[in-house]
């Protein structure tokens, strides 16, 4: 079985251009996560979905940050406009509900650098 | 806010050693997590425990749960160089029938050979 997809895997960009991450979850999995990994902060939680509707948005840093999920295998997490310090990995992961937990599958992230 | 410490921060040791990760927080989670990451790739997960005095063991490393589910620990035995790499516990902060996955500090294990 494919596992999450992550797309593009690196980036380089200008400051205040538009990034669109790309994510295709594990097929059957209801829930989906996207998170932001750096060396200073770790690995952030950002926003999650759960059946396709966002659930928790309040990791979200601000309004530069979107993101959506039109249907069961898609989600895009969009940053408009880009700024230096949105440089780092962003990792997209799903699960499929098991009762008392649900184990997490992580893609492979997309290393963003904006300059 | 919801926040897990993980100590120590960076860990380097001789293969063969032995070594303890924590996991504390100051809130009660209805689960609780543990991932390794090794460089260029996602966490993947190594154990998951439930309820509070829970221990277990996945070969040479031995997972506890605390009695009040507010922190864990993660052992590991005989360290090999393939042990290499960031563990991470993960919290569930979730409302019932979601998981909410809040990660520590992480913890950057070196195993010399």
Redesign the interface.
Known sequence: DAG?IQSPRHEVTEMGQEVTLRCKPISGHN?L?W?RQTMMR????LI?F?NNVP??DSGMPEDRFSAKMPNASFSTLKIQPSEPRDSAVY?C?S?R?RG?????F????SRLTVL | TQLLEQSPQFLSIQEGENLTVYCNSSSVFSSLQWYRQEPGEGPVLLVTVVTGGEVKKLKRLTFQFGDARKDSSLHITAAQTGDTGLYLCAGDFGLVGTYKYIFGTGTRLKVLA
């Open positions: 999450v829930s996560f998170y770790g690995l952030e939680l999650y759960n659930i928790d990792f992961a699960s509900d008392y937990t649900g184990e997490l992580f893609g492979e992230g």
